[in-house]
């Protein structure tokens, strides 16, 4: 007893002087501004009648440098040295999708990208980016990486390009989604669908123009990275996301609770996590839970079968996520997006976002891990396939990281377990088996 009370006094020190170490730091440290864009918030006249994007931005206090002082430096690094706001290249290195692996994953010492990707991918949003192509040319030359496979499709009748948002909200969630499929899966063809707005009947005719391109180009995946709040009625438009030879992927959301499409059982639901990073040395310590991630039993939706192993937990219900990827906007990834931003009126940050800002949300997560899938180059039949072969490797280390700290959920009552969860489902990736 008297040895116990020794090593737990100890282990008390210990987390004293780390918690002290990082309070201290994080003083020393000008802390950010998290931004929830107009085109993220959900009110209550839009549910079941208009998704909203799932993107969070981030800008330092007094803003980032002048973006002069940044220019292209083709060579894998950050727009901006000294942030520890995630690259391709650290990303490749955290969820092991390039070797080596460099110790720490370090943003701006890694520089190793991924090579992967093949086939074709389609990204579905609403409203038109007129600047998407030229946005993307100007990440991909940042970073290092090859010119991308771009096209955009409008959905729009008579094929005309859609409205532009006028916030710039969509515009900046398709710089993330567009620049992040690229460079995760470099080699893969990147279609770009245009809604009409981002109402769901509009949503869903693009799904559905994506689902006929992607199939009949051999198959592929779609990336949905919008969503609401579940509604009475929503089973009858999970048919739509059955298309052969077509894998979709949508994001669980930036709010607790549950969010269709993502707890449709026809669709990957990708949640959020936090990358935890050493304040000093930026190094990757681990993966927790997002407080913010959207996830919890479906309340209209019943569990399909490939959640059979887990139905202790989510009982009848349709479980959210499945996988997640990092999502937080404090551990966020860099983007371009030379679209103006709607206006902010703060003392504290520039009155336009535009350039390169650091962004995050589960549309990180959505983007990221449709790429994972995408590079390991199996290319399942259906979404059903998918999830089975996901589900086969819950507990499997060498496919997924189990997540275990943290909580998630309505009141923060959701915990981070060894195994399955309902803020991080199975965990996050570990390289590209069993995908």
């Not at 399909?304 to 937080?328: E, L, T």
Request: proline content about 9%; aromatic content about 10%.
């Amino acid at each position: 007893m008297k040895a116990l009370s020794s090593s737990l006094c100890i282990l008390v020190c210990v987390l004293l002087l780390t918690f002290c170490s990082r309070v201290a730091a994080q003083n020393a440290a000008s802390s950010p501004v998290v931004i929830t864009p107009s085109s993220s918030v959900e009110h209550p006249e839009d549910v079941g009648v208009r998704a909203h994007t799932h993107i969070l931005l981030v800008v330092p206090r007094g803003g980032l440098p002048s973006a002069g002082s940044a220019g292209l430096q083709p060579r894998e690094s950050p727009p901006y040295a000294g942030f520890l706001f995630e690259t391709p290249a650290s990303l490749a290195c955290v969820y092991q999708l390039v070797t080596p692996v460099v110790p720490g994953c370090n943003p701006n010492v890694t520089v190793t990208n991924p090579t992967g990707g093949s086939g074709i991918r389609a990204i579905v949003d609403a409203f038109d980016d007129p600047n998407a192509a030229e946005d993307l040319n100007t990440f991909s030359t940042q970073f290092g990486l090859p010119p991308a496979n771009f096209s955009v499709v409008y959905a729009t009748p008579g094929g005309a390009p859609p409205p532009q948002d006028p916030t710039g909200g969509w515009e900046l969630e398709e710089s993330l989604d567009i620049e992040w499929a690229h460079a995760l899966a470099p080699n893969a063809k990147i279609v770009l669908v245009e809604a009409t707005s981002n109402s769901d009947a509009d949503l869903l005719t693009a799904v559905q123009v994506a689902s006929k391109l992607v199939a009949s180009n051999g198959g592929g995946e779609i990336s949905m990275s919008w969503g609401g709040a579940e509604f009475q009625g929503e089973q009858a438009y999970d048919v739509l996301f059955t298309a052969p030879k077509v894998v979709y992927f949508a994001s669980a959301g930036d709010t607790p609770g549950v969010e269709w499409p993502s707890s449709s059982p026809n669709v990957v639901a990708a949640g959020g996590t936090s990358n935890v990073r050493n304040l000093y040395t930026g190094a990757f310590e681990a993966s927790i839970a997002w407080q913010l991630d959207g996830g919890g039993p479906s309340a209209y939706e019943p569990r399909p079968f490939y959640q059979n192993s887990i139905a202790y937990i989510v009982g009848p219900s349709r479980g959210v996520p499945d996988v997640s990827f990092d999502s937080d906007p404090d551990t966020g990834a860099w983007v371009y997006d030379s679209f103006p931003y709607e206006m902010i009126q703060s003392p504290s940050i520039p009155t336009v976002v535009l350039g390169w800002v650091p962004v995050g949300g589960t549309s990180l997560a959505v983007v990221g891990l449709s790429s994972i899938v995408n590079a390991a180059g199996r290319f399942a039949p259906s979404s059903a396939a998918e999830l089975s072969l996901i589900y086969s490797n819950l507990r499997n280390p060498r496919a997924f990281q189990d997540v275990n700290y943290g909580t998630c959920g309505p009141y923060e009552g959701y915990p981070a377990m060894s195994g399955w969860d309902f803020c991080t489902g199975i965990g996050t990736d570990v390289g590209l088996s069993g995908k």
